[in-house]
């Protein structure tokens, strides 16, 4: 059994208007489904991805605008890792940055890639990989001011804070079925150990790089933290395999939860990291047109008898 590579990682903004134009604007992403949290209405839910809304091209971010920015620390997902294709994409990014002043380290390699560190409005962190032409399955947004041959196409992988890896790494390679596939001094602290594991293969979109750091302090979630991360299942029978497997090792876990754009099963892998897995379907195109998608408020069956309640609640974005 295989997980086959990110679906879709979650964030907190606490603004989401500023929020919204930074994926939107200054990264090029297509805003693919403008919803709610289905389990706290209050709060936009905001998609953005490729031009299709394809699976392994999705941040998506939680509206919680009364939360303290995040604490950084250990136990926590601490990067989201987006590919482009070539050096000069890279360097096209580096002036982008400069030119809206965005956050952002200088070129540099790692595992044999080029690569760049960046950070949005709110202390997300994030950074943009060359895939050295790695084949991308989805579609890039062409309804920006970005060249498309220069445009993000979707993850590269996600990387994740952990206080002691032996203790986990069962989770990894046991349950989880991911490869091991080397271990890199941390280019920000030689003293600590990057462990890179792979999905289905590895490569782009498929990697998880886990950073061993015994003496950091316990991250707390807010604004400009991750809240979770999503592996991508191929559909349903896939999905009755890994709830099955999940059960079978004994792993506390939410069960069966139908988001309506894709089917979800939730676990904790430690205190402070949620893994979720996630069908690639049905998809965003379920309930809107491709060509509109993201353009008015959209809530799955279960809450649209609310809708005129939630639309109150909620400031025009």
């Known amino acids: 059994m295989q997980l086959h590579g990110l679906h879709h990682v979650t964030a907190v903004t606490g603004n989401v208007h500023e929020n919204h134009d930074f994926y939107t604007r200054i990264l090029g992403l297509r805003l693919v489904k403008k919803s709610v949290n289905q389990d706290d209405t209050s709060a936009y839910h905001?998609?953005?991805?490729?031009?299709?809304?394809?699976?392994?091209?999705?941040?998506?971010?939680?509206?919680?605008?009364?939360?303290?920015?995040?604490?950084?620390g250990s136990d926590s997902i601490v990067n989201t890792m987006f590919r482009v294709n070539g050096r000069a994409a890279l360097e096209y990014w580096l002036a982008r940055f400069d030119a809206h002043q965005v956050k952002h380290d200088e070129i540099e390699q790692f595992d044999?890639?080029?690569?760049?560190?960046?950070?949005?409005?709110?202390?997300?962190?994030?950074?943009?990989?060359?895939?050295?032409?790695?084949?991308?399955?989805?579609?890039?947004?062409?309804?920006t001011d970005i060249p498309v041959e220069h445009a993000i196409?979707?993850?590269?992988?996600?990387?994740?804070?952990?206080?002691?890896?032996?203790?986990?790494?069962?989770?990894?390679?046991?349950?989880?079925?991911?490869?091991?596939?080397?271990?890199?001094?941390?280019?920000?602290?030689?003293?600590?150990?990057?462990?890179?594991?792979?999905?289905?293969?590895?490569g782009a979109g498929k990697e998880v790089h886990v950073i061993e750091q015994p003496g950091a302090k316990a991250a707390f979630l807010g604004r400009g933290g991750t809240h979770h991360v999503a592996f991508r299942l191929t559909?349903?029978?896939?999905?009755?395999?890994?709830?099955?497997?999940?059960?079978?090792?004994?792993?506390?876990n939410s069960g069966p939860v139908d988001r309506f754009y894709f089917k979800s099963l939730y676990f904790r892998i430690s205190k402070g990291i949620l893994f979720e897995l996630a069908t690639d379907g049905p998809g965003f195109a379920s309930d809107e047109p491709l060509e509109h998608l993201g353009e008015t408020l959209a809530l799955p069956p279960f809450l649209e008898p609310y809708r005129e309640q939630i639309e109150a609640n909620l400031k025009p974005v």
Do not use: C
Not at 54 to 64: L, Y
Not at 235 to 252: A, F, H, M, P
């Open 46 to 72: 905001m998609f953005y991805a490729d031009k299709i809304g394809s699976p392994g091209t999705d941040m998506t971010f939680f509206d919680w605008p009364q939360t303290a920015p995040e604490r950084r």
């Open 153 to 202: 196409r979707g993850f590269y992988g996600i990387s994740l804070s952990v206080p002691h890896l032996a203790p986990m790494e069962p989770i990894f390679t046991t349950l989880l079925n991911f490869e091991k596939i080397s271990e890199q001094p941390n280019p920000e602290n030689s003293a600590e150990t990057i462990t890179i594991y792979g999905m289905d293969g590895g």
């Open 112 to 143: 044999g890639r080029d690569l760049i560190r960046f950070e949005d409005y709110e202390g997300q962190r994030m950074t943009l990989v060359d895939d050295q032409g790695t084949e991308f399955e989805g579609e890039v947004w062409d309804g």
């Open 235 to 252: 559909d349903g029978e896939e999905y009755s395999q890994w709830l099955e497997r999940l059960n079978s090792y004994q792993v506390r």
